[in-house]
T-cell receptor
Framework: AQSVTQLGSHVSVSEGALVLLRCNYSSSVPPYLFWYVQYPNQGLQLLLKYTSAATLVKGINGFEAEFKKSETSFHLTKPSAHMSDAAEYFCAVSGQGSGTYKYIFGTGTRLKVLA | DAGITQSPRYKITETGRQVTLMCHQTWSHSYMFWYRQDLGHGLRLIYYSAAADITDKGEVPDGYVVSRSKTENFPLTLESATRSQTSVYFC????????????FGAGSRLTVL
């Protein structure tokens, strides 16, 4: 069975500060891992994905995430927060392969960026 | 327009009424999904479809019906709406060669009075 835990439903950072959003997963099979971002009144957009290639994954808007198998983590980071980063972020896991399309989403972390 | 579109974007209905949320995608993606988003629960899968005429239940299917007669359309029907079905509904699609990446519609906000 797969599951995702996002630590912290709300995170506040100052503009220019490091962004760290935490995600831990459990999976009985090698996982694909994803971070999606949701801006107000919009659907989710892919930020980045891990598909068993490089463990450090770079995404859009300066975000990156590192897959750590030993810690079953896939934390999202950005060196310097911008006001435009304020949104809700979802971590998700799915099995690998075309036949494993059931995603499990975390409950989301709302990021607030303070001026 | 290219992409995935949902309609209506906003809907208010009464308990017991039938409601259909529409989803249309232009990429010919084989997989389509319906999720509901509720505070504190994240996104929960209602139904998904691997291809036309192939559908399967997700995590929270009770009270919902889906069909997929054409690859591009995946309507979601609430046969007798209840207040607990007040939520934001998202349709998504995925390409088998796209490493399971989901592409989402903008959502349909449903209020059941």
């Amino acid at each position: 069975a797969q599951s995702v835990t996002q630590l912290g439903s709300h995170v506040s950072v100052s503009e220019g500060a490091l962004v760290l959003l935490r995600c831990n997963y459990s999976s009985s099979v090698p996982p694909y891992l994803f971070w999606y971002v949701q801006y107000p009144n919009q659907g989710l957009q892919l930020l980045l994905k891990y598909t068993s290639a490089a463990t450090l994954v770079k995404g859009i808007n300066g975000f990156e995430a590192e897959f750590k198998k030993s810690e079953t983590s896939f934390h999202l980071t950005k060196p310097s927060a911008h006001m435009s980063d304020a949104a809700e972020y979802f971590c998700a896991v799915s099995g690998q392969g075309s036949g494993t399309y059931k995603y499990i989403f975390g409950t989301g972390t709302r990021l607030k960026v303070l001026a | 327009d290219a992409g995935i579109t949902q309609s209506p974007r906003y809907k208010i209905t009464e308990t017991g009424r039938q409601v259909t949320l529409m989803c249309h995608q232009t990429w010919s993606h084989s997989y389509m999904f319906w999720y509901r988003q509720d505070l504190g629960h994240g996104l929960r899968l209602i139904y998904y479809s691997a291809a036309a005429d192939i559908t399967d239940k997700g995590e929270v299917p009770d009270g919902y019906v889906v069909s997929r007669s054409k690859t591009e359309n995946f309507p979601l029907t609430l046969e007798s709406a209840t207040r607990s079905q007040t939520s934001v509904y998202f349709c998504a699609s995925s390409n088998p060669s796209g490493a399971n990446v989901l592409t989402f519609g903008a959502g349909s906000r449903l209020t059941v009075l």
